[in-house]
Each structure stands twice: as C-alpha cells, then as structure tokens.
C-alpha cells in the first residue's frame, strides 16, 4: 500500500484549490462512460475506447489507493449492456480476464481486494472464471477494495433482495417488524459496504443508469465531460476537491 498521503496545493487554469487529506471520501463509485464516443472521434472501433478504458481503470485505482480510498465501485458492465453488438460484448468480456492478468500483481503488492457486485452466475464461463480467482487470490488483502459491478442493474439487486427477504420472511428467520433499512442493505450485494459518498459519471451524461440505486440517497454526484479513457489523476482529485467543499447534510441542517 503506499503509505505517504500526497499533499497538494496546485494552481490551475480555472482557479486554484487545495486538496486536504481530510474529508475524503471513504467509497467512491464510478460510472465510466464515454469509451464508445472516445473511439468514434479517432475513426477507432468501439472496442478500441473500452481498451482505453480499461487503462483508465489502472491509472485511477493506484491513485485512488494513493489516498486512501476505502472503496472504489467501478460500473464495467450493466444488466442493459447485453443489448449492444454481439462483437462488443464479447470484448468487454475479455476485458476482466485481460485486467486482471496484466494488473493482480500489482494488485497484490498494493494489498489491494478484489470485489464484485451484480449477477455474477450469467457471464461467460472464462469471464466469472478470472473474476472469481481475482476475488480468490486477493481475499486476504486488507487495503482498498477494487469493486467491480458486473452485469450489474440497481433494480434487479433491490428484486433479488425482496425475493431473499420474503423467502426469510416465510421460513420465519426474518420478522416483518424487523424490516427496516439496515435489514433491508444486508440483502443487497453490497453487503456490507457502507454507501458510496461520491459518484462520479464521466462524458457530460446527467443520469444514474440504473447504478446503486438503493445506496446512492445520500451521495454527492459529480459530473465531467471529460470521456472516461480521457479521465485522469487530475480529474480525479477535482472530483475528491469538490467533494471536500461541499456540506453534507444527509437531510439535515
Ligand atoms: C460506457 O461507455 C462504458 C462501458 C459500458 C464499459 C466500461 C468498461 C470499461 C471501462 C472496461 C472494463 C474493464 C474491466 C477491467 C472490467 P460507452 O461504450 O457507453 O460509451 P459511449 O456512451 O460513448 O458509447
């Protein structure tokens, strides 16, 4: 892990800030969008951007371990995205196995945890294969967790939780008077991560995409124009800037 927390005090073209160690956001969760468009402006096949992003994912997860993020949720694959291309999809689901071969030893040298969140069981076959040993070989690092959603939806995580919890419900180890939110999160993949503080979604889209829908009620959203294969260390301090300066007050005053 690397231990020296970066203290930074930079000028930019838009005005200065300076970014604290303290208040920091604890998980992170991304929504990397833009590869496709990143590739179109180059004359490049879609494909091409989602390898870019997959560099992108590098550069941003040793920085974020850099500053001592607890969690970074990573948005790779949506329930929604098996209506793109057959030759697309295929690729993305090369992309893990590829990630993870090039990148575990780094993992591991930076004690960081491999995680994932969404219906693991429908992916191909060589695809869970590399994600599970991924999860394998990393279950004993105690540094950042690195989690990806994978064929991952916000409302197919909320149905499978309603269906485990009636379930429990009926064979009577769930009580209906002890349904109450914190019950409620431990059905849900997430488990037992607390919720992201702030959500970043790259290329200029304002939405959530179907993305945590349950643990986003309280997260601060960020938004770039920035398209992710372009998304930088930079960028991702802005962000951790911004989000330094903004009051939270979870309903509050
Ligand atoms: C959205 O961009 C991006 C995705 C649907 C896939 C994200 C995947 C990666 C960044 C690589 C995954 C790698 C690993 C290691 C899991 P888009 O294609 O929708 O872009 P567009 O809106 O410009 O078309």
Known sequence: MFMKMPFLNRRKKQGSYKLSNDNLPEHVAIIMDGNGRWAKKRGLPRVAGHREGMMTIKKIVRHAAKFNIKVLTLYAFSTENWKRPKTEVEYLMKLPAEFLDTYLPELMENNIQVR??????????????AVELAIEKTVQNDGMILNFALNYGGRAEILQAVQKLAADVKNEQMKVEDINEEAFSSYLYTYPLKDPDLLIRTSGEIRISNYLLWQLAYTEFWFTDVLWPDFDE?????????FQNRKRRFGGV
Do not use: N
């Open 116 to 129: 994932t969140i969404g219906q693991l069981s429908d992916l191909p076959e060589h695809t869970r294969q």
């Open 234 to 242: 930079e960028q991702f301090e802005k962000a951790l800037y911004d």
